[in-house]
C-alpha cells in the first residue's frame, strides 16, 4: 500500500473523518503538516496515547510534517470527562508533567535530518492571552448552541455535577491550538481519539471561519476487547509508557496475555508487521492457539517500540527463566525485582528451611504437604529441583541478596523475598 490513508484504515486506525475525500486529495498533492496534542495530566502518557504517537510516526514515515504538541496550557485546564470534573494540577505539577512528557516522546519520532518533528508546547502562546483577547478573537467565533451539543458537554450539562465554565471553555483553547500550528507552520490536519471528535472540529470551525480555510481532522477508535472494555487496564491500574510507573515486565507481560479475539487487531495498530505476515499469525490463532505466536510477536515488538530493544530480551529472558526455561541467575537485579513483584510470596530470613519457606509463600497448606511435593520431585529453588526435605535457605540463595523464587509444579510461583 503506497497511500497512507489506506494504510491507517487496513490497521484499524480510522473511525471518523471531517472529508475524507478532500483528505485524500490534500494527501495525494504532496505532504502535509499534521499534529496531535498531549495534555499533561499524569507523569506520563499511558497505553491510548501510544495509539497517537504510532499514528504520527506512520505519517512522518510516509514523508509528511509531524508537531507533537504538549499541552502546557491545555492541561492545566482538564479536558472534560463524561462523568466529573477534574482535579486542577498545580501550574508546577503541569510543568513537572510537560518536561517529563516531551522527553517521553523523543524516541517515537525522528527530531533530526530534513524532515525532522517539531516538539511545541501551547503555553508558550497562551500564556500572554488576556481574557478580553481570548474573548474577542477566539470566542466570538464560536455559538453556544453548538457548543452545548457536543458528546463530552452534552454528557456532563445532563449529569448532577454540570460542567464548570472551565472546561466547558476547552474546546475554545483546542482550536486556538489548530489555528496557530495552521498560522505558524501551515498546520492543515489534525489527529485523536474518537473520544477528542469534538474538540478536534472546534479547530476546523475555527478556522474556517477566522481563515476562511478549509483543514482536516480524522480520529482513531477506542481499542476495547472483545467484552467492550477498554484497552489499557490491569487491575484498575493504567498501563503507563514510563518504566518507573509500569515496568518494561509487566509492560510486556499485558501484551503477552492480550486475548485471542483481539491480538490480530492490536498486531496491525501498532506492529510494521505487513499483509502477508499478519495473516500467517492470524492462521497460528485459528489453528495453533496454544503456541501464543501472535501475543508473543505482539509482546517483543511493542515492548521495543516503547523501551527498546535491550529491555526487550532482558523481560522475554525473564519471563522464560521464572517458568524453568532459562538462568534465573542470569538476570540483572533490576529485571529480577521487576519479573517477581507481582509473585505472591513472603519474608524469609536466611536460615529458614526450606519446607517452612514453602508454607510461608503460600505454595503447599503444611509442612507435610510440602514434604510431600519435594518428595514427589516437585519443589524447586531458582529453578533448581530440591530433593532434601531438610534443605536450609542460605544467603547465597537470595539472587542479588534480595529474593529467591519458589516453585511447586510447573506453573505456580512465589517469591522468597530476603527479611532485613
Known sequence: MTDIFDELQWRGLVAQSTD?????????????????????????????????????????????????????????????????????????????????????????????????????????????????????????????????KKEAISARLESQEGISYTEFSYQLLQALDFRHLYRTYGCTLQTGGSDQWGNLTAGVDLIHRSEGASVHCFTTPLLVDSGGTKFGKSEGNAVWLSADMTSPYSFYQYFLNIEDASVVSMLKVFTDLGQDEIAELERQVKEEPFRRAAQKALAGDITTLVHGADATAAVQAASEALFGKGELHGLDASTLTDATAELPGARIEVGTSFVDALVAAGLVDSRNAARRAIADGGASLNNVKVSDPDRILGDDDFLHGTVAVLKRGRKSLAAARKAD
Open 20 to 148: 475524507e475525500a478532500a483528505l485524500r486529495e490534500a494527501l495525494a498533492e504532496g505532504p502535509l503538516t499534521l499534529y496531535c496534542g498531549f495534555d499533561p495530566t499524569a507523569p506520563s502518557l499511558h497505553f491510548g496515547n501510544l495509539v497517537q504517537l504510532v499514528v504520527l510516526r506512520r505519517f512522518q514515515r510516509a514523508g509528511h510534517h509531524v508537531i507533537c504538541l504538549v499541552g502546557g496550557s491545555t492541561g492545566l485546564i482538564g479536558d472534560p470527562r463524561p462523568t466529573s470534573e477534574r482535579v486542577l494540577k498545580t501550574k508546577e505539577q503541569t510543568a513537572s508533567n510537560v518536561a517529563r512528557i516531551k522527553a517521553l516522546v523523543q524516541p517515537f519520532l525522528d527530531f533530526d535530518g530534513a524532515n525532522a518533528a517539531i516538539l511545541v508546547d501551547n503555553l508558550d502562546w497562551t500564556a500572554s492571552l488576556t481574557a478580553l483577547d481570548f474573548l474577542r478573537d477566539v470566542g466570538k467565533h464560536f455559538r453556544v448552541n453548538q457548543m452545548v
